[in-house]
């Protein structure tokens, strides 16, 4: 019995860092998914709707777009609105489409620009950029969204090999 207490403790002494990187890890993925879903939502109802759709950070509420590149306090995809419109349930124009109230805590999201714009014909341009999501570990472990002026988007990769995703740019992305 006590053999299998101390397999058991070295077992759990050894696995304990794994698991907890591993769910930072799906923390990061969980909050990629999220973003990318949205932006794939807009750009959907954009081209379908024949109309403007804005995703942007959101305020507290969802009622409305922050002027900040911060998308961790949540973000929100509007549609038939000008890009420093609220939600306004008196006007029909003016629809919410999705609001995701708050990723991860443990999480921050940037981007830059601070909004990204799908025309009626899903191009997001002035709106390309890169989506940054970082943790406590820093920029080795941050993942990356590259949102092309066509509406696109693409998961950051490591092309040169050196630890850390790059952006749109090609350079590394920083935390």
Avoid at 132 to 144: I, L, T
Wanted: charged share 15%; glycine share 10%.
């Amino acid at each position: 019995m006590m053999v299998v207490l101390v397999i058991l403790a070295i077992a759990l002494l050894l696995g304990g860092p794994a698991f907890t990187d591993l769910i930072r890890d799906n923390r990061l993925v969980s909050s990629v998914y999220g973003v990318r879903a949205t932006l794939n939502l807009a750009r959907s109802e954009a081209l379908a709707r024949r109309d403007r759709v804005v995703v942007c950070p959101s305020n507290a509420a969802g009622s409305g777009c922050l002027d900040s590149s911060n998308w961790s306090g949540g973000y929100l995809a509007l549609m038939g609105v000008d890009v420093s419109a609220t939600v306004d349930a008196a006007n029909p124009g003016r629809s919410r489409i999705h609001w995701e109230s708050e990723t991860n805590p443990a999480v921050t999201v940037s981007f830059t620009p601070k909004l990204v714009v799908f025309d009626t014909i899903g191009s997001a341009l002035g709106s390309a950029g890169t989506f940054v999501f970082c943790d406590e570990r820093g920029a080795s472990k941050a993942r990356g969204l590259i949102l092309t002026n066509a509406g696109t988007v693409a998961a950051s990769v490591d092309s040169d090999a050196n630890g850390v995703v790059e952006d749109g740019a090609g350079n590394d992305v920083s935390c």
